[in-house]
């Protein structure tokens, strides 16, 4: 597993460095090399001959690659990045960085200037009958997130110092993701995957919230994370799925525990944990997944509590005149397979780029929250077992513009409010209607012929 992670990297540092050299469109279909590319259905051609086309069917989506994991998206969804051909390889980068500052009222609310980010560059050749794709994914946060959590009112889950967080979102691993992936064409609507990642994204939720589209101007966490998508960072994970037409259909193991509080390690362990993920995509604009899952000790303060977990989501797209809209509604429910405890959480987000430069999005969630928020950000007591207490809603509406300073990279000022519906237990301790103002600049790499 370490000589995997050597190279993967090695292989990231490479793609982000050529791919700064020269740009290209918003998901040009690897393996089109050596193609009359302007003959192509649907292909448009730029200066310097740079290549911008959508992904047309739900097999060309799965090799573009361009969400976690093996998640997918529908196949009209744009997605942003830096592009280089060298030789057989086709080279990308990615990349998402938001520098904020977050303010929140209420006893529990806190403030704090910090930076959540991502960056991901990505290998692609034909290879034998398919084709082979490494990915690398890193996340300065745990530099750029000090104290180990930012503010995020009724967020819970992982620990910092050895306490539950209560009231933030911790920091993502430097190391979100190394994969191998290889995808073996069978015939013109068949594939057969195979995905091995020391640290990744098992088939079991959507695409993760830092890297869905409908959340990509939000700069911070969904309360339900940890019901909906947190294992976009597991150890020791991999994936087969079998695509036909517009079917997919997966199974994953992987180590089930969530990463430690050394943010900068690579965590790992035996494959204890098992998933299985259904996603139907009826057309280019959209895109609907069921998955469900057994996570083996997933928190390190209840070792001997193993989950359940089950999700599901529809995704729209739709692509509009110098702009886009994207939305996404998800279901996760994590059931303690030790006391059968439940907790439901429910999203529904949309962003709309219009006018070119211009994003106005919206972000709803109930979420299911824990006696273990009661208690704070202190020891459990005792015999502590976790219980609901009721829902807790985030009503969110932001908008941010971009300004292109320098060139090929996207420079957006923006602002969010949140405003909260709190469950009656937790009213003496957050009052009636706490909210959370975030001011930001949003910095992302795009090509300069195509936004």
Known sequence: ?????????????SSSFAAAQQTNGTGPMPGMQGMDMSQMPG???????????APQTFVQEILAHDT?????????????????????????????????????SSARGGDKFFSTNWFMGMAQRDLGPGKFTVRA??????????????????????????????????????????????????????????????????ALGPTAYPHRAS??????????????????????????????????????????????EDRWDVDQGNINSWSTRLTI????????????????????????????????????????????WTSTILWGRTRSLQDDAIFDSYLVESTVRFRARNYAWTRIES?????????????????????????VQAYTLGYDRDFDLIPDLASAIGAQFTTYGVADILKPIYGSHPVGVALFIRLRPFSGKDR
């Open 1 to 13: 597993m370490k000589s995997m992670c050597i190279v993967v990297l090695s292989l990231l540092f």
């Open 43 to 53: 292909m448009k051609m730029g200066a310097n001959d740079q290549m911008n086309m």
């Open 68 to 104: 976690s994991g093996t998640s997918a998206e529908p196949d009209s969804t744009p997605a942003p990045m830096l592009m280089k051909i060298k030789g057989a390889w086709t080279l990308m980068f990615h990349a998402n960085v938001f520098v904020l500052d977050e303010q929140q």
């Open 137 to 202: 994914m890193l996340t300065l946060e745990p530099a750029t997130i000090t104290g180990e959590r930012y503010p995020l009112l009724f967020q819970q889950g992982e620990t910092a110092y050895g306490v539950p967080i209560a009231d933030g979102q911790h920091p993502h691993n430097f190391v979100m993701e190394l994969a191998a992936l290889y995808d073996a064409k069978l015939g013109a609507k068949g594939l057969l995957s195979f995905y091995a990642a020391p640290v990744g994204d098992p």
């Open 215 to 260: 959340a990509a101007e939000d700069p911070v966490g969904a309360l339900g994370h940890h019901q909906e998508d947190s294992t976009h960072i597991a150890a020791d994970v991999v994936t087969v799925g079998l695509t036909y037409g517009i079917a997919r259909i997966e199974a994953s193991g992987f180590h089930g525990r969530e990463p430690g």
């Open 281 to 324: 995509q009826p057309g280019k604009n959209w895109s609907g997944q069921f998955s469900y899952g057994r996570i083996k000790s997933p928190e390190s303060l209840f070792p001997a509590e193993d989950q359940e977990r089950m999700t599901a989501s529809a995704m729209y797209n739709r692509p509009l005149r110098d702009g886009n």
């Open 367 to 391: 979420a299911e929250r824990s006696n273990e928020l009661i208690l704070g950000e202190n020891p459990l007591p005792p015999g502590f077992e976790e219980k609901p207490i009721g829902q």
